[in-house]
């Protein structure tokens, strides 16, 4: 412990194939025990968690086409808002295990132990590996990272792959191997595939570090480069190629965009609809982003799920590069010091100004580059501890978490959180000002001081993420930690305890009902079925036990047993009955994913059972297509005047298969 953040030791150069239990082996084992013991405690109580990729999870477990192509149904009707690379992991473990809550959310516990790995690997480089257990455990218990490591949105695979392309690029740098740029390119792309742009956000903190520390000639980095912008545009491009050029007829509708196309998608909806607030192919920005501005990471719901060491990251990585101002230029500590703080300033700026559609989760890929930087950060400057600049920062450094700790640990107003806050604060100002002695304490002194800035650093969050691990979580809107006050838009998300049949509703096995949720911007329905925490401002009740029954009898005659307006009616009734469901319109109704004269066609041809009434969005509408136009509005007026309407259970009806006279 006397020995945390000072250089390590020089090693001797023999290999040898034993395999031995040093200190450092058994911490990194009993970190990566404890994260994935953390994030699969009760992870089957969230259910199916978001309701919207667990259909499509089901629906790729039992057809092929679907699989490829991230279709929500198993007729493939239309796809999901999203790339399909997080649905094939999901759909292969389905296929593999059946559907369950674990087959859905036990890859998603598994990424982030895989990126708490990855994180350690890259801080032990350039650090003790006492200070790369930190590191990793600092990522781990991030409330953004417990939550979305344990819920089954793109974002666990995402940050995984970036993480991972981080580490290939200082491999690259460490070896002078372009093949280690080529796999960066290649994670990347496949981060394109997961969550389409928002991979490329640390695209300027690769190039630049590379081009700076990168071995060899300017030359040979610059071919490195291109090999890797190469490889990343092959591992996206193939895909977007036979989307793109297959018939439109061969495959389902690209939901999320307004001509069927997933350039469209990916340069409006997810692209530049996301940095301007402009129209979303139909929904607009609908009031569901929180105010931009520079402050957004440190206010509301955000800055508990992530900001804990933020200031301090942020304070280190600009003083952290002064001690390294006169290292070669291949120096590694400073690669990954500038690696780590670039990405972290390129992601907080765009989630801090994007004008469109903001969720408080997002800022889950804000975490290991946070940790990094705080953690490579504070070794360099305990290491150049005889400066006096170097003392000063670390207590600076020290007394800005804490007290920053103490404000977010008294947004919620709810113990054992108001306790922790003076405890924090007290100590971390203790240490602080042991700091500016650094240079004069004892070997056991500095022990103490050290461990008491670990805990103090990570006691606030850990109490967050430990809150959220035993909160179970469904829906669209979901948040990390006991404080909800500002999250979306300002809006508070759904607690526990709602009335019967709406937000709260619990089924008889208290599992989340896999019934209608209320659809909400992202392509997530949302709802706050089985009293769980998360669902957003609007719920929405269980699947109707008699309807279910009703749309599963005979259904192997149909493509589809039923056809909704919305994703978040079908999605849910698809899961209860196991059986395809068509959404007409697409996440919120407004997309014209099949016209009126196909809906005729496929009812003339016996394929769809009940048409189920209502859907859409909640009611809301965003800037597309009106309810005049809308293909949906069209196909529910048709349906009207030539089919009956009926009660079954409590939803309202109309048997496709029995026109009125």
């Not at 082996?25 to 994030?39: G, Q």
Request: proline fraction near 5%; charged fraction near 10%; include cysteine.
């Amino acid at each position: 412990m006397t020995q945390l953040l000072d250089p390590p030791t020089a090693t001797s150069p023999t290999k040898t194939r034993s395999w031995r239990p040093t200190p450092e082996r058994a911490s990194l084992i009993v970190l990566l025990t404890l994260t994935a013991a953390a994030y699969l405690w009760t992870l089957s109580e969230s259910g199916y968690a978001n309701q919207y990729y667990s259909a499509a999870a089901q629906a790729g477990g039992e057809s092929w086409k679907a699989w490829f192509f991230g279709a929500l149904d198993a007729s493939s009707s239309i796809t999901v808002d999203k790339p399909p690379a997080s649905l094939w992991v999901m759909g292969l473990s389905v296929r593999l295990f059946g559907l369950s809550s674990w087959s859905i959310l036990v890859p998603q516990a598994l990424m982030g132990v895989g990126t708490v790995g990855l994180v350690f690997a890259m801080v032990k480089k350039v650090a003790p590996w006492q200070a790369a257990i930190a590191a990793g455990a600092l990522t781990a218990l991030t409330p953004a990272a417990a939550l979305m490591f344990r819920f089954n949105n793109p974002d666990a695979l995402l940050l995984l792959l970036l993480v991972g392309a981080g580490f290939s690029t200082l491999k690259a740098i460490e070896t002078g191997k372009g093949r280690w740029m080529v796999l960066a390119g290649a994670l990347l792309g496949f981060g394109f595939l997961t969550k389409m742009l928002q991979a490329f956000l640390i695209i300027p903190a690769i190039a630049v570090v590379y081009l700076i520390a990168g071995k060899g000639s300017f030359g040979r980095r610059v071919g490195h480069g291109i090999a890797c912008f190469v490889a990343m545009v092959v591992s996206a491009g193939w895909y977007i190629a036979i989307v793109e050029l297959i018939p439109e007829s061969w495959r389902p509708y690209i939901d999320g965009s307004t001509s069927n196309s997933l350039l469209e998608l990916t340069l409006g909806y997810n692209g530049v609809g996301r940095l301007n607030g402009g129209d979303y192919g139909g929904l607009g920005n609908a009031g569901f982003s929180s105010a931009a501005g520079i402050l957004r990471l440190f206010q509301g719901v955000s800055g508990g799920m992530v900001s804990w060491l933020l200031p301090a990251a942020l304070l280190l990585l600009v003083t952290g590069l002064v001690p390294l101002r006169k290292t070669p230029r291949t120096d590694l500590t400073r690669a990954v010091l500038m690696l780590s703080g670039a990405s972290m300033l390129v992601t907080g700026l765009v989630f801090s100004f994007m004008e469109g559609i903001y969720h408080d989760y997002y800022v889950v890929a804000l975490a290991p580059w946070i940790a990094i930087t705080a953690v490579v950060g504070a070794v360099i400057m305990w290491r150049d501890r005889d400066s006096l600049f170097a003392r000063i920062t670390l207590a600076v450094a020290m007394a800005g978490s804490a007290v920053w700790g103490w404000v977010l640990l008294g947004q919620s107003g709810e113990q054992p959180y108001d306790a922790l806050r003076w405890p924090v604060l007290i100590i971390g100002l203790g240490v602080a000002a042991a700091f500016v002695f650094a240079d004069r304490l004892t070997r056991r002194a500095v022990a103490a001081v050290l461990a008491a800035a670990a805990v103090t650093v990570g006691l606030g969050p850990a109490a967050y993420a430990i809150q959220t691990i035993g909160t179970a979580h469904t829906g669209s809107i979901v948040t990390a930690g006991p404080y909800e006050g500002g999250g979306m838009g300002g809006m508070r998300g759904g607690r526990p305890g709602g009335a019967a049949g709406g937000p709260g509703a619990q089924t008889q096995n208290g599992t989340p009902p896999t019934g209608q949720p209320q659809q909400m911007p992202d392509g997530m329905p949302g709802g706050n079925p089985g009293g769980m925490r998360g669902g957003g401002m609007m719920g929405g009740g269980a699947v109707d036990e008699e309807l279910a029954a009703a749309v599963s009898t005979n259904a192997g005659h149909y493509t589809w047993v039923a056809a909704a307006i919305g994703s978040q009616t079908a999605a849910g009734l698809q899961l209860e009955t196991g059986e395809a469901v068509m959404a007409i319109g697409g996440f919120n109704g407004t997309s014209n994913s099949i016209t009126l004269e196909q809906f005729q066609e496929n009812v003339a041809n016996g394929e769809i059972h009940y048409f189920i009434a209502g859907g859409g969005m909640g009611g809301m509408r965003g800037g597309g297509a009106s309810d005049e136009t809308s293909s949906a509005s069209e196909i529910s007026a048709w349906v009207t005047e030539n089919f009956t309407e009926t009660t079954i259970g409590s939803s309202t009806v109309y048997d496709l298969t029995e026109a009125t006279a």
